[in-house]
């Protein structure tokens, strides 16, 4: 989000619960695609559900990814079990750039917490490293700054 007056760039992060396989950490909004969708009515459906902003533009010509391992727990592990599924999953995330004028957010049950950010103080709220250098790489898109 930009303020046009203060010509502020405003970063939005997520919280997610503090139990769970994600322990509080802080986000940016993401999700799954699902059967059908391409990559963006994905985005476009999981920034409605998870911060209720209907009304957003696509910033072209800006795509990062991160891939990492996790172990699934819980529920997950139980029917990953079931289905004779490994318990041990890669997952690739793509992150794009959205600009919206919309400031009120409706999180959805998924998460906890939700703060409008600049970068700095954006950067130091980010719970993961990968999650930072998507944070720094989108500034630096954003800014036409490379640090």
């Known amino acids: 989000m930009r303020d046009k007056e203060k010509k502020k760039i405003l970063y939005l992060l997520i919280q ?25 009515e ?4 999981e920034v409605k559900e998870e911060t209720g902003i209907t009304k957003l533009k ?8 991160t891939k990492y391992f996790y172990r699934a727990k819980g529920r997950e ?11 041990n999953i890669f997952k690739i995330v793509t992150y794009y750039l959205v600009e919206t004028k ?16 600049e970068f700095k103080k954006a950067y130091e709220r980010i719970t993961f490293k990968q ?10 898109f954003l800014t036409g700054i490379r640090k």
């Open 16 to 40: 997610h619960p503090k139990s769970g396989i994600y322990r509080g950490h802080w986000d940016f909004p993401k999700g799954h695609i699902e059967k059908g969708e391409n990559w963006q």
């Open 42 to 45: 994905t985005l476009k459906r």
């Open 58 to 65: 696509i910033i072209p010509d800006f795509y990062t990814w």
């Open 77 to 87: 592990k139980r029917e990953r079990r079931k289905s004779e599924k490994g318990i």
């Open 102 to 117: 919309m400031k009120r957010i409706k999180l959805s049950h998924e998460h906890i917490d939700y703060q409008w950010l």
């Open 131 to 140: 999650t930072k250098k998507v944070l720094k790489k989108a500034h630096e």
